[in-house]
């Protein structure tokens, strides 16, 4: 969905670098959330935003941080990268205020590899 | 940790059959979501059903609750190649949704 963009789409790092990954929304949605999948373990969220002002911590959340810049803007931060952080991330989005609200939206994804 | 639960974890079924998968949950939900990510892209939703509510319908998609024994199942009927993909469930709760591992559906043509 073109609606949901994340950059980049594919990463290899080194051991012990920050990196940032960034996503963007034109759906106008005040919810944005950043996942995480690895084979055999589904979705596990990481972060979530329900507006500019709101960051809840997810089910994994250590070793990321996030900055919601803006309504469209949502990035993930890796402080330190390690190898088990290699996996695929998506961005969603949702708008509570819209009938079927708690649908959600995803992103293309970023692969991650980290050496 | 996973709230959803789905079963089978692979399915492989012949052009025009139906598939069926199930999906259990354990605490109590606000509705039940079914996506499907073709390989290694973004989810996309194909049904959301409302813990009154007790089947739905979409196309060819038939989804089925039962809050009782807290399952849920996805009917695809008359499949096709194209439905070839991972399908997820997942729980809504306190505005989050939670993911189950998944279920990799082929459909030989």
């Given at each position: 969905d073109a609606d949901v963009t994340q950059t980049p789409r594919n990463r290899i790092t080194k051991t012990g670098k920050r990196i940032m990954l960034e996503c963007s929304q034109t759906?106008?949605?005040d919810r944005m959330y950043w996942y995480r999948q690895d084979p055999g373990l589904g979705l596990r969220l990481i972060y979530y935003s329900f507006d500019v002002k709101d960051i809840n911590k997810g089910e994994i959340s250590d070793g990321y941080s996030v900055s919601r810049?803006?309504?469209?803007k949502f990035s993930l931060s890796l402080e330190s990268a390690i190898p088990n952080q290699t996996a695929l991330y998506f961005c969603a989005t949702s708008d509570p205020?819209?009938?079927?609200?708690?649908t959600q939206y995803f992103g293309p994804g970023t692969r991650l590899l980290v050496l | 940790s996973q709230q959803g639960e789905e079963d089978p974890q692979a399915l492989s079924i012949q052009e025009g059959e139906n598939a069926t998968m199930n999906c259990s949950y354990k605490t109590s939900i606000n509705n039940l979501q079914w996506y499907r990510q073709n390989s290694g892209r973004g989810l996309v939703h194909l049904i959301l059903i409302r813990s009154n509510e007790r089947e739905k319908h979409s196309g060819r998609l038939r989804v089925t609750l039962d809050t009782s024994k807290k399952s849920s199942s996805l009917l695809i009927t008359?499949?096709?190649?194209?439905?070839t993909a991972s399908y997820f469930c997942a729980t809504a709760a306190n505005s989050k949704l939670t993911f189950g591992k998944g279920i990799t559906l082929s459909v030989r043509p």
């Amino acid at each position: 969905d073109a609606d949901v963009t994340q950059t980049p789409r594919n990463r290899i790092t080194k051991t012990g670098k920050r990196i940032m990954l960034e996503c963007s929304q034109t759906k106008g949605h005040d919810r944005m959330y950043w996942y995480r999948q690895d084979p055999g373990l589904g979705l596990r969220l990481i972060y979530y935003s329900f507006d500019v002002k709101d960051i809840n911590k997810g089910e994994i959340s250590d070793g990321y941080s996030v900055s919601r810049q803006a309504q469209a803007k949502f990035s993930l931060s890796l402080e330190s990268a390690i190898p088990n952080q290699t996996a695929l991330y998506f961005c969603a989005t949702s708008d509570p205020r819209r009938a079927l609200g708690e649908t959600q939206y995803f992103g293309p994804g970023t692969r991650l590899l980290v050496l | 940790s996973q709230q959803g639960e789905e079963d089978p974890q692979a399915l492989s079924i012949q052009e025009g059959e139906n598939a069926t998968m199930n999906c259990s949950y354990k605490t109590s939900i606000n509705n039940l979501q079914w996506y499907r990510q073709n390989s290694g892209r973004g989810l996309v939703h194909l049904i959301l059903i409302r813990s009154n509510e007790r089947e739905k319908h979409s196309g060819r998609l038939r989804v089925t609750l039962d809050t009782s024994k807290k399952s849920s199942s996805l009917l695809i009927t008359a499949s096709r190649a194209a439905d070839t993909a991972s399908y997820f469930c997942a729980t809504a709760a306190n505005s989050k949704l939670t993911f189950g591992k998944g279920i990799t559906l082929s459909v030989r043509p």
